[in-house]
């Protein structure tokens, strides 16, 4: 209640005139004022000394020595320039020549350029997107350079935030829902709410940027939060959470070419796309929860990608990204362990299929055995009615398996992958947006924030890719250019792979002969495997205020998701289907300092 009177009470246009292009403008006047006083300065320096220049010859030892010459020696066109200060997003004047050493020192006459309020509204904050930069990522881009190293400039983005995060059964999570985990009837934490305030999603970036020539462009980007969870870290007295590594990744452009590379950790190029298929262009949804929404496909990931526009219009890029895979099996089993004999075989196989983290990995999780990264091939059209693009993914799984009796381990690489879409459109007007992305494949679940299974384990070993389809479509309204409105639905859901056992049961995923009556009992067991997640989602942001000191933004956010349980049976022959429902609302506040 207290920012919702505190926004009434400011004047929006003197808040909207208070913005980087109003500051831009004042540094620019700056500019010229320091340039004119060093100007003047040095005129009086040499017209005294040429007043001065007939009496001024002092005999000294047998030496003359000019006072004249002692005052030219300290003239600001000799002196040494300091180009520590300057700002670089100048371009060298058309005079340059003329003031070698002003210009050095970064003090150019520039015009003031003209300012009005609808300039204003779309500087630094934009939320007339479907997917605005400085909600889902830091907006660095259109963010004035602070200060410059040599010939890079540097600019700083982000922002301070802090939520308040409910749900209607307790998960223990932080400011990212795991959707798959809201349980069943059968556990003590169904129905039991959770209450959490959180900062651990504050954001800061920078943006190191060169341009060697007119058409050749270098990027490095650096993106942190405090999503990070130490062995250390607790919520008892100083919620010491850790700094973590969002993005990190250079690129490289050359505009005549249309050429574009980039190598180091990003989203993927599964993720859809707002325009082309730049960086920091991703067609992310503009909500609170920092595990986004189910149906939304993405990973961040280490890549390296090439790409290639023709008039930015056309797009095509190909994508070489760290490999990772999740496995799920009907029953407990883990890597070393013994698979259930198939049907007509006396005994199982022992599989290996992960091996707990290593040096610089996390060695309280588990990595997979990876025999390719994974690819992607994705090609896109930006046209006066849209964005679009369709894709294609491939990716390879391996596992270790020692046959029944037998004393050498076989090697298993099974192939997977998909087909994807995206769209990003307006809907007859400006202030509303349409943007949709479909998944569907084998073996893709890892690319849903869900994390349904990539594979689960077939009779000899071997890694099966699981069939999945993930798919979301989102409307985003504008009414006002302070507030922005949206909704989202979305769903992710497994197919079956499983293979009979000697005992006559199923094993694998999706099968359909397990007991589940425990599933809606209190202190029940269930051994439900997820078929589909369905998920609703309504939010929105209102930009409160902005000016020289920043801007603060409030948001809120509902999700309702409803899971559903492959069928099984209570035990006498009778079908259960598990079901399980969750609810979550964000409060949200930011902070930009930076806009």
């Known amino acids: 209640m207290g920012t919702v009177v505190f926004g009434l009470l400011q004047d929006p246009t003197q808040l909207l005139a208070d913005d980087a292009q109003e500051l831009a403008a004042i540094k620019a006047q700056m500019r010229f004022l320091a340039a004119r006083v060093a100007v003047i300065e040095s005129h009086q320096a040499r017209k005294k000394a040429q007043a001065q220049s007939g009496a ?3 005999a000294a030892g047998g030496r003359v020595v000019t006072r004249q010459r002692r005052l030219q020696s300290t003239n600001i066109s000799d002196a040494p320039a300091d180009p520590s200060i300057r700002f670089p997003s100048d371009t060298v004047p058309d005079n340059a ?16 350029p003209a300012l009005s309020v609808a300039d204003a509204a779309h500087v630094g904050m934009d939320l007339s997107s479907s997917s605005p930069a400085a909600i889902t990522q830091t907006s660095v881009d259109h963010l004035p350079p602070v200060f410059s190293i040599g010939g890079i400039s540097v600019r700083l983005g982000g922002f301070v935030e802090l939520s308040n995060i409910w749900r209607d059964s307790n998960l223990s999570a932080g400011p990212a829902t795991a959707w798959n985990n809201f349980p069943y009837a059968n556990s003590v934490e169904h129905g039991l709410s959770e209450e959490r305030l959180s900062a651990q999603l504050s954001r800061m970036s920078i943006l190191m940027e060169a341009n060697p020539s007119p058409v050749v462009r270098l990027q490095a980007y650096v993106e942190s939060d405090f999503g990070g969870a130490a062995g250390t870290s607790n919520s008892v007295q100083i919620s010491g959470y850790t700094p973590r590594m969002r993005q990190a990744y250079f690129t490289f452009t050359q505009k005549d070419w249309g050429f574009h590379l980039l190598m180091g950790q990003a989203w993927s190029l599964v993720t859809n796309y707002a325009k082309g298929i730049l960086p920091r262009h991703e067609q992310l949804p503009a909500v609170t929860d920092n595990n986004q929404i189910p149906g939304i496909a ?4 280490p890549q390296i990608r090439l790409g290639k526009d023709w008039h930015e219009k056309y797009w095509l890029g190909l994508s070489v990204e760290d490999a990772q895979a999740t496995v799920a099996f009907s029953s407990l089993l ?24 290593g040096v610089l990995l996390n060695s309280t999780t588990h990595y997979t055995y990876n025999p390719a990264p994974d690819v992607v091939l994705k090609a896109a059209v930006d046209t006066n009615y849209g964005h679009y693009e369709v894709f294609g993914l491939a990716r ?20 997977g992958g998909g087909v994807g879409a995206g769209i990003t459109a307006p809907l007859g007007t400006d202030k509303l947006q349409l943007a949709g992305n479909i998944l569907a494949g084998r073996g893709v679940g890892r690319y849903g924030p869900s994390l349904l299974p990539d594979t689960t384990l077939g009779s000899r070993g071997q890694l099966v890719p699981v069939p999945e389809i993930i798919g979301s479509l989102g409307l985003i309204g504008h009414p006002t250019s302070s507030l922005l409105l949206y909704t989202y639905g979305g769903v992710e859901t497994a197919g079956r792979e499983r293979y009979i056992g000697a005992d006559g049961r199923q094993y694998g995923y999706g099968v359909t002969d397990l007991n589940l009556g425990g599933c809606a009992v209190e202190f029940g067991t269930c051994n439900a495997q997820t ?15 902005q000016g020289h000191y920043g801007s603060l933004m409030g948001g809120l956010q509902y999700t309702y998701i409803r899971k ?9 022959q009778n079908s259960v289907y598990p079901a399980t429902a969750g609810n979550t609302v964000y409060v949200t506040f930011r902070y930009f300092p930076f806009q």
């Open 531 to 545: 078929r589909t997640l369905a998920s609703f989602t309504a939010g929105g942001w209102w930009h409160v205020m």
């Open 334 to 357: 883990s890597s070393g362990g013994t698979l259930p004999a198939a049907y007509g075989q006396a005994g199982g196989a022992t599989v290996y299929y992960q091996d707990s983290g």
């Open 564 to 572: 559903f349980a492959f069928r099984g049976n209570d035990g006498r």
């Open 396 to 415: 390879w799984f391996r596992s270790l398996s020692v046959p029944p009796g037998g004393k050498t381990t076989q090697q298993h690489t099974s192939f």
């Open 97 to 112: 020549a003329t003031t070698p050493a002003l210009w050095r020192a970064g003090l150019t006459p520039v015009a003031l």
């Open 56 to 58: 001024g010859r002092v």
């Open 298 to 301: 993405f990973t961040r990931v």
